[in-house]
């Protein structure tokens, strides 16, 4: 299994500020004849179901406001929130889709400073 | 507009079954992947299986494999997940999930019901 590893646990960002979260993947999630990384970021708000932000680890999924980035090749990902807004609270959530089981990261608690 | 509805949770007993139904509305449902996802109270994401268009690939977690069964009926639309001989640790909310792209096993989640609640508990 490929283990997807996420830090911080939990990060507090003022709003406006920029907010960083890691993903770092056991084994490499680039599948080289396509040069696409199989790697997603979704946002899960309280009460609610995860929404797709990020997917091939750095297109945008459409409505999703720009703001929202990601990027990393290989094993190693980054989602950035350029300026933190009150609605961005939530638990976010890297997953690889290289290969069953399709394995999510232990999730990262953005709150706002 | 896509939908996926989710029912069938309950509380059940240790050893016990239960049947989760995902009914999906507003997209080409023999033409997507699905899958399903739980997530325990309080905890993070854990994919459980997938099916392909037409049933014919199917894979699980290990922590299911043998227990669970997935199915479609695409007939109607609709998703299933036998659960048996079930645990106090699959309790959890199951989300039913829909590929992003047609046809395709690669592709991210990206639309998702809103959850069945399965509590396993004597």
């Known amino acids: 299994d490929i283990v997807m590893t996420q830090s911080p646990d939990s990060l507090a960002v003022s709003l406006g500020e920029r907010a960083t979260i890691n993903c770092k993947s056991r084994?490499?999630?680039?599948?080289?004849?396509?040069?696409?990384?199989?790697l997603t970021w979704y946002q899960q708000k309280p009460g609610q179901p995860p929404k797709l932000l990020i997917y091939w680890a750095s297109t945008r999924e459409s409505g999703v406001p720009d703001r929202f980035s990601g990027s990393g090749s290989g094993t190693d990902f980054t989602l950035t929130i350029s300026s933190l807004q009150a609605e961005d609270v939530a638990v976010y959530y890297c997953q690889q889709y290289y290969s069953t089981p399709y394995t999510f990261g232990q999730g990262t608690k953005l709150e706002i400073k | 507009e896509v939908q996926l509805v989710e029912s069938g949770g309950g509380l059940v007993q240790p050893g016990g079954s239960v049947r989760l139904s995902c009914a999906a509305f507003?997209?080409?449902?023999?033409?997507?992947?699905m899958h399903w996802v739980r997530q325990a109270p309080g905890k993070g994401l854990v994919w459980v299986s997938r099916?392909?268009?037409?049933?014919?690939?199917?894979s699980y977690a290990d922590s299911v494999k043998g227990r669970f069964t997935i199915s479609r009926d695409n007939a109607k639309n609709t998703l299933f997940l036998q659960m048996n001989s079930l645990r106090v640790e699959d309790t959890a909310v199951y989300y039913c999930a829909k590929v992003a792209a047609a046809g395709s096993l690669v592709s991210a989640f990206d639309s998702w019901g809103q959850g069945t609640l399965v509590t396993v508990s004597s």
């Open positions: 507003g997209f080409t449902f023999n033409n997507y992947w």
């Open positions: 099916i392909n268009s037409d049933g014919s690939s199917i």
């Open positions: 084994q490499s999630v680039l599948y080289s004849s396509n040069n696409k990384n199989y």
